[in-house]
């Protein structure tokens, strides 16, 4: 499965990278494939590229604030969490996209 | 992104003034005012009293803990005049408010200045210490340390 995302917390300094990290592990770990953009207090890295969303399966937002580009998931199967889930519950937030993409 | 690369940048962010092990603390409050205090002697921060007030305004937007015994708070300041990590390793464990409802043992503590002109390469290595601690076998190194060496290696081992 391909996941692509987008994390980004209220200041953009520290849970940001946390839930990028926990999610990409967790997806690895069941065999995904992913990419995760971060909007945070130093802007934007690992930016989506149109074919990245355009590939993907399903999206996760794991977001605490209003991001920039939203619309560009427009027609996806978009899944939205705040970044604490995705801390706290990876595994579980990975087993919740493939049960919405087998759907 | 090259790992070898990271951890060199990674090695130059650890600074052994602002790392302590076997912090004796009753509560939060014990940790930010040590840390506080140790960034101010370091010269991070400018006033230890603003930065705490700072670290506050975070606090109360929802919980720092991470799980696994982690807390992360970080306040975002003009006091603050230079980026910075500062770590605690605690003797005892203190209640924290967390996403697993454990307390805190291990106490990483960003310092973030309201200036981004100049400080974006800084706030990209404070961004790969969030990453490293989303990793279960770090935190367990970062638990376990006893002194400031051990404190640099678990977060510079891969």
């Given at each position: 499965?391909?996941i692509?995302?987008?994390t980004?917390?209220?200041?953009g300094i520290?849970?940001?990278?946390?839930?990028?990290?926990?999610?990409?592990?967790?997806?690895?770990?069941?065999?995904?494939?992913?990419?995760?953009?971060?909007?945070?207090?130093?802007?934007?890295?690992?930016?989506?590229?149109?074919?990245?969303?355009?590939?993907?399966?399903?999206v996760?937002?794991?977001?605490?604030?209003?991001i920039?580009?939203?619309?560009r998931?427009?027609?996806?199967?978009?899944?939205?969490v705040?970044?604490?889930?995705?801390i706290?519950?990876?595994?579980?937030?990975?087993?919740?996209l493939?049960?919405?993409v087998?759907? | 992104?090259a790992?070898?690369?990271?951890?060199?940048?990674?090695?130059?962010?650890?600074?052994?003034?602002?790392?302590?092990?076997?912090?004796?603390?009753k509560?939060?409050e014990?940790?930010?005012?040590?840390l506080?205090?140790?960034?101010?002697?370091?010269?991070y921060?400018?006033?230890?009293d603003?930065?705490?007030?700072?670290?506050?305004?975070?606090?109360?937007?929802?919980?720092?803990?991470?799980g696994?015994?982690v807390?992360?708070?970080?306040?975002?300041?003009?006091?603050?005049?230079?980026?910075?990590?500062?770590?605690?390793?605690?003797?005892?464990?203190?209640?924290?408010?967390?996403?697993d409802?454990?307390?805190?043992?291990?106490?990483?503590?960003?310092?973030?200045?309201?200036?981004?002109?100049?400080?974006?390469?800084?706030?990209?290595?404070?961004?790969?210490?969030?990453?490293?601690?989303?990793?279960?076998?770090?935190v367990?190194?970062?638990i376990?340390?006893t002194?400031?060496?051990q404190?640099?290696?678990a977060?510079?081992?891969?």
């Amino acid at each position: 499965m391909k996941i692509v995302g987008v994390t980004a917390c209220t200041i953009g300094i520290a849970h940001t990278y946390l839930a990028q990290q926990k999610l990409q592990d967790a997806a690895e770990a069941a065999g995904d494939q992913i990419k995760i953009e971060t909007q945070g207090t130093i802007g934007i890295e690992n930016a989506l590229t149109d074919e990245d969303i355009a590939g993907a399966d399903v999206v996760i937002l794991a977001v605490d604030i209003k991001i920039a580009d939203e619309d560009r998931f427009k027609g996806k199967k978009v899944v939205r969490v705040s970044t604490d889930t995705a801390i706290k519950s990876p595994n579980k937030l990975i087993e919740k996209l493939h049960e919405i993409v087998s759907k | 992104m090259a790992e070898t690369m990271d951890t060199a940048a990674l090695a130059e962010v650890l600074d052994p003034r602002i790392i302590v092990t076997g912090l004796e603390a009753k509560g939060k409050e014990d940790v930010f005012r040590d840390l506080a205090d140790r960034l101010e002697a370091a010269r991070y921060v400018a006033d230890a009293d603003s930065f705490i007030d700072a670290i506050h305004e975070r606090e109360q937007q929802g919980a720092t803990g991470i799980g696994g015994y982690v807390a992360i708070p970080h306040g975002r300041s003009d006091t603050v005049k230079r980026n910075g990590v500062a770590v605690a390793v605690l003797k005892d464990e203190i209640p924290w408010e967390s996403l697993d409802d454990t307390g805190a043992k291990v106490v990483v503590l960003f310092a973030v200045g309201s200036d981004d002109e100049g400080s974006k390469r800084h706030l990209q290595l404070l961004s790969l210490f969030a990453r490293r601690l989303a990793k279960a076998d770090v935190v367990k190194s970062l638990i376990a340390a006893t002194d400031v060496d051990q404190v640099k290696a678990a977060l510079l081992n891969d």
